[in-house]
């Protein structure tokens, strides 16, 4: 719960539950599990008053099921992370779908719709918006104060934006809970730990999907279609995380190579996720030709 309401740390939620359902088994962490649902529906309902929190908290409790499904049944981690993120995105985009069928509307219209439900919290953030003096911020109040723009904008950022926040909390909980289980329990052997993860490589003829986003992004509207610029984009941003993976295990072993260890590592780590993403997922893409771990091999010394 303390992660669930924190801001940065939130993608870690189902970590704990996760770690928890491998240490104890499956009924000692569904219940916890579902003991953290009842108290997030009291925290939004009473204190917040307003179910995101909850919704968020739903995410969290089968993300971290699934992540320690996987662990017990020995599943491959990848072959996991994929079908897991794969069937919530499907899920979810069904039940969105039958929402904006059932009231008649389009997705736009819907988005709109919502928009003017969260009028009040809006014009609270729009105050705060209105105090800074950020390039960004500006832009921010533009969106803000045009509904029909700021739809707009939503319906063609939110699939993307909601698919690589899918992969990015399995892949980072995957990862957690696999090197603390490789740890907590050393004795045991198990077929899978996080190196699986960081060895992860994208098939090779997904090169060609992302040519064709890039074709799609630049020239989309020439084309006769507005509308296959933004796909074009939203194609990129979605190869781009598994991209990003692949060069995130680029980057440790690099750093591995370096002798880089402990809390520099750490900060060193958190310091390119957060300001330097993009130049880890050109690095992964490129080294589908490079294969840059060949030059991580120090060289030995003859006597």
């Known amino acids: ?124 953030q729009k105050e705060v918006i209105e105090k800074s003096s950020d390039k960004e911020s500006i832009q921010a109040l533009q969106l803000l104060e045009n509904p029909g723009l700021l739809a707009k904008e939503l319906k063609e950022a939110m699939p993307s934006y909601l698919f690589i926040g899918v992969y990015l909390m399995l892949w980072f909980n995957t990862f957690l809970a696999l090197k603390s289980r490789r740890l907590l329990l050393s004795g045991n052997e198990y077929a899978y730990s996080e190196k699986n993860l960081l060895n992860f490589k994208v098939p090779f003829p997904f090169i060609f999907l992302l040519v064709l986003a890039l074709v799609l992004a630049i020239w989309g509207k020439d084309l006769g279609y507005e509308s296959l610029e933004s796909i074009g984009f939203s194609l990129i941003k979605c190869l781009g995380v598994f991209y990003f993976f692949q060069g995130f295990g680029v980057f440790s072993d690099l750093l591995n190579f370096l002798g880089i260890f402990g809390f520099f590592r750490t900060l060193l780590v958190m310091v390119v996720i957060f300001m330097a993403n993009y130049m880890i997922a050109v690095a992964g893409l490129f080294d589908n030709w490079f294969d840059f771990r060949k030059y991580f091999v120090k060289q030995k010394t003859e006597d």
């Open 1 to 124: 719960m303390v992660l669930c309401v924190s801001f940065i740390m939130s993608v870690f939620a189902p970590f704990p539950l996760a770690l928890g359902i491998v240490l104890y088994g499956r009924r000692k962490g569904l219940l916890t599990g579902l003991a953290g649902l009842a108290l997030s529906l009291g925290f939004a309902t009473l204190v917040y008053q307003d179910l995101t929190l909850f919704g968020f908290y739903v995410c969290v409790l089968i993300f971290g099921v699934a992540i320690g499904e996987i662990l017990i049944r020995g599943i491959s981690p990848i072959k996991g992370i994929v079908s897991v993120g794969l069937t919530f995105l499907v899920i979810v985009s069904g039940i969105f779908f039958f929402t904006v069928k059932e009231q008649g509307l389009s997705v736009e219209q819907f988005i709109m719709k919502q928009i003017e439900l969260s009028s009040d919290k809006l014009a609270e």
